[in-house]
């Protein structure tokens, strides 16, 4: 099974120019929790708090969890939200060491352990979050994976964090920190989507063996935000990873994320677009009235989605030959004609083309 740990709140108010209300955030966790994720990384406390946020998750009974760098200042305001796990964070990568952080290698790996203690002392779960961890060193990251773990992480999160990774990276650096702490912690896959391959990124970690997944609803985060909760959970359901998520519920939830947050969805996006289970064209309606999965690769309602098959201009005989049949009628060539006519007149008279139920409908009170 994999553990979603949504980052929508944490994240989404790094995105430049959302501006997350404290009523728009309780909104947000209130559709997290219909659909059973993990955890909820709430916040950055040492830059904004959100107290409000964390009660309302415990509330719900969702598992919190708060980010802080590896410095005492961080770990001691995310103390103080009280949240059921902290999530300590260093980079890894050699220049982002040098560049942001001035620290060598092993300054970094005891500020990250040290803080990791902090925080186990202050009285609640920790992991750490090894960032840009598919540019680091391998040997380092590893060396530093075990060391957080002896000395009490939970999990090990792996975050591409400039989003410059591959799958074949990915695989490559999860697998190498899944062999050495595999069974003793958790390991988790963060990813961005600056390439346009988060998704692929994410279950490719898991494939290595991640067996938790950081995600956005939608994907929102900073940049080119992150993996989408929705996409990721269909991809890793229709290959057999078992996410642990309602997922009847899916699609649905997901677009009133969206809307509490007033991010527009593009009608193409997967799982939550309105035309992401539409079909018009005459040989996939024609296919689908007899067998749906010839041109879909998930059936929709597994994810509280509906299948839209539509007819109007672009509609075939084949397509009219099976509606039809379907309403007992014989499919003769004179009577696919005078019914494709018929539907494409009611296609063009109202501006768009009829649904399902409305083309039937009129195949049944056609002249016969």
């Known amino acids: 099974m994999i553990e979603f740990k949504d980052l929508t709140l944490r994240e989404g108010s790094q995105v430049p120019g959302l501006r997350i209300s404290e009523e728009t955030g309780i909104r947000v966790l209130d559709d997290l929790a219909t659909l059973d994720v993990d955890r909820v990384e709430v916040s950055f406390p040492r830059a904004r708090p959100r107290e409000s ?41 050699d220049i982002q060491l040098e560049h942001a952080l001035g620290k060598r290698r092993e300054q970094a790996r005891d500020a990250l352990v040290s803080n990791l203690t902090r925080a186990l002392d202050g009285g609640v779960d920790a992991g750490v979050a090894l960032m840009d961890a598919i540019r680091a060193d391998d040997d380092f990251l590893v060396a530093t994976a075990r060391a ?27 697998g190498a920190v899944a062999a050495e702490i595999g069974g003793e912690a958790a390991v988790a896959i963060h990813t961005h989507d600056d390439m346009d391959v988060a998704t692929a ?47 009847d519920s899916l699609a649905p939830v997901c677009r009133r994320v969206h809307e509490h947050l007033g991010i527009d969805v593009p009608p193409g996006t997967p799982v ?16 689908m009235l007899r067998e749906p999965s010839t041109y879909e690769p998930f059936d929709p309602v597994d994810y509280g989605g509906r299948r839209e098959l539509l007819f109007g201009e672009e509609t075939g005989r084949g397509a009219v030959r099976s509606l039809l049949a379907a309403a007992g009628r014989e499919p003769t060539d004179e009577a696919i004609t005078e019914t494709l006519s018929a539907i494409e ?24």
């Open 53 to 93: 946020w964390y009660r309302h998750a415990d509330e719900l009974g969702l598992r919190t969890a708060a980010l802080a760098r590896a410095t005492a200042e961080d770990v001691d305001a995310a103390l103080t939200v009280a949240p059921d796990e902290i999530e300590v964070a260093m980079t890894s990568s």
């Open 272 to 287: 939550v677009g309105e035309r992401a289970y539409r079909h018009e064209s005459g040989m996939h309606t024609a296919a």
């Open 148 to 174: 957080a773990v002896g000395a009490g992480a939970k999990h090990v999160t792996l975050a591409d964090t400039t989003g410059v990774g591959t799958p074949a990276a990915v695989r490559e650096t999860v």
């Open 201 to 247: 990124n994410a279950a490719a970690g898991v494939t290595a063996g991640a067996t938790s997944v950081d995600v956005t609803v939608g994907g929102v985060g900073e940049r080119a935000g992150n993996a989408p909760l929705e996409a990721l959970a269909v991809l890793l359901a229709e290959r057999g990873d078992d996410p642990a998520l309602a997922l």
């Open 345 to 368: 007149e009611a296609a063009t008279e109202r501006g768009e083309p009829l649904d399902e139920d409305e083309a039937r409908q009129l195949v049944r009170t056609t002249d016969r």
